[in-house]
């Protein structure tokens, strides 16, 4: 049957498939034959198509038209690798021979892949199927091969320092990797179904369910315990989470924060507990020991460790009518809506001005367009 696939460039192309190929042979091809990456394919409707549906199965008939949207790009690094996700779907890696620097002996796996997290010695690669391929040092998860029957249809995948945690479309959570940070979930096993969001700290992980109950697990320095009075405050309220290196923070519907983990990690609110329980939260980010929460007003609420952002009382005066946070390893860089670029923590960014959006990462304090 034939299908034409459109990019949004306007340049399109008629393609010969097979009635009983799937999505994602349909997209394997049209990357081959437009030479560009495609992250989704989408029907004329709008409807995205599913990558393990067959054609028949996704609604296309004879000379249906496709609209298909490229993929970016992405470097992913860990302590000591760096993995390149190019747009077509293969991976190039390099770097520490034995943490995830090399990937030959996986590269034929490493097609279609639909994203790569890593954690500090590895990395784990999502493919356009659903399936799993993991490289580096086993002990930092790099060995999926116990778990590799329930690698099915992921939809995301979240990191710590040595264990991988990943959430599948039905719900279920299944780890591997150190045991001790988050690689045995088998405490809270019978509690991992229905699973919306997924963090990790350095230690440990957190997800919440559908039904808002948070579920933890991991090193209890790093937020794999939580406590008592935090499961009860959160009880079925959990909208959001955000991790440093050692804490979580929750965010409930009605704004609330609540934190846990290492009190030096921004585990504990302190003396920003008076001013978010007067204020609602928008969004939190963080850097790797401490906290700031955007505020629906534009303000800024910011806790933890003071080298790491969790003071910003210097440039308090500056942080209104805010409409973006990013963070990197120690430093926040928020936007103001007036194109202005206010910094704290430990960074040397001042005085930008007309700025259209901030980006920050662990080996770069702020990247700004104008």
Known sequence: MKLEVMLM???????DVKEDALVRDLKHQAQQELRQGISHLVRADGELLC???????AGLEEHAPVMATLSRAKLVSSRRSVAFAQGDGRVV????????????????ELQNVREIVASGDAFAAILDDGRVTTWGKPEAGGDCSAVQSELFEVESIAATSTAFAARRADGHVVCWGDAEEGGDSQRVQAQLYDIQLLSASAKAFAAVRGDGQLITWGHPSSGGWAPPTVVKTLHGQVKEIAASENAFVAICPSG??????????GGDLGGAATQLAAARVRAITATDHAFAALLMDGGVVAWGHSYSGGDCKSVQKKLYNISQISASMNSFVALRKDGVVVAWGNTEVSDLRDVVEVSASSGAPCLALF
């Open 9 to 15: 460039s306007g340049q399109s192309m008629a393609l």
């Open 51 to 57: 990558s393990t549906s067959t054609l028949a199965e």
């Open 93 to 108: 890696t390099w770097g520490a021979f034995h943490s995830g620097g090399d990937s030959e002996y996986v590269q034929e």
């Open 256 to 265: 609330r924060v609540v934190a846990w983990g290492d009190p030096d990690s």
